[in-house]
């Protein structure tokens, strides 16, 4: 079983609809975890850290932590067209390592 | 500014050569990172370091090697004995506590 497992997509959501993407890890002792953006042939950007279980928001995005189901998920209100990218999970560790990525797409 | 810099942008190599990739951040970050990208796939971890003068095997270290002789730098070498390294590598490097952690802007190689 990989270490942070995530659908690949595509996810594909309207133009202003709530985008939902989940992260699975299989490490309990997993405390805190980022959420990246990562466009077309571009390096992935930050967008959340998430340390504490309950949910962050940051502007258009909400970043959801559940340690006891071992999930965490990042949602993205009114999505824009913008928004379309690959989103990449990891948690916060020794090695670093990332979900595959879901492929977001957001229709006009 | 603070950043983390990944040189050069595009790197073409003959077979048979190594090519080493550059890695330097000013962020005061004790770990550094490299990934290898191919196309539609994901990140997967070659090596990482948490200090100065030790760097452990990722996932898929074999061809690959790497040094951490000062904490800003963390320079990656493909090796000959990489069968397939054409790709998007990626280093990233973290702050104590792993709060934060940026990327380079990438170095796509490609063997001609």
């Known amino acids: 079983q990989k270490e942070v497992e995530q659908n690949s997509g595509p996810l594909s959501v309207p133009e202003g609809a709530i985008a939902s993407l989940n992260c699975t890890y299989s490490d309990r002792g997993s405390q805190s975890f980022f959420w990246y953006r990562q466009y077309s042939g571009k390096s992935p950007e930050l967008i959340m850290f998430?340390?504490?279980?309950g949910d962050k928001e940051d502007g258009r995005f909400t970043a959801q932590l559940n340690k006891a189901s071992q999930y965490v998920s990042l949602l993205i209100r009114d999505s824009q067209p913008s928004d379309s990218a690959t989103y990449l999970c990891a948690p916060a560790g020794n090695m670093l390592t990332f979900g595959g990525g879901t492929r977001l797409m957001v229709k006009p | 500014d603070g950043g983390i810099t990944q040189s050069p942008k595009y790197l073409f190599r003959k077979e048979g050569q190594n090519v080493t990739l550059s890695c330097e951040q000013n962020l005061n970050h004790d770990a550094m990172y490299w990934y290898r990208q191919d196309p539609g796939q994901g990140l997967r971890l070659i090596y990482y370091?948490?200090?100065?003068?030790?760097?452990q095997k990722g996932d898929i270290a074999e061809g690959y090697s790497v040094s951490r002789e000062k904490k800003e730098s963390f320079p990656l070498t493909v090796t000959s004995a990489q069968k397939n390294p054409t790709a998007f590598y990626l280093c990233?490097?973290?702050?104590?506590?792993?709060?934060?952690?940026?990327f380079g802007q990438g170095t796509r190689l490609t063997v001609v």
């Open positions: 990233a490097s973290s702050s104590p506590g792993t709060t934060e952690a940026f």
């Open positions: 370091s948490q200090i100065v003068n030790d760097f």
């Open positions: 998430i340390y504490s279980n």
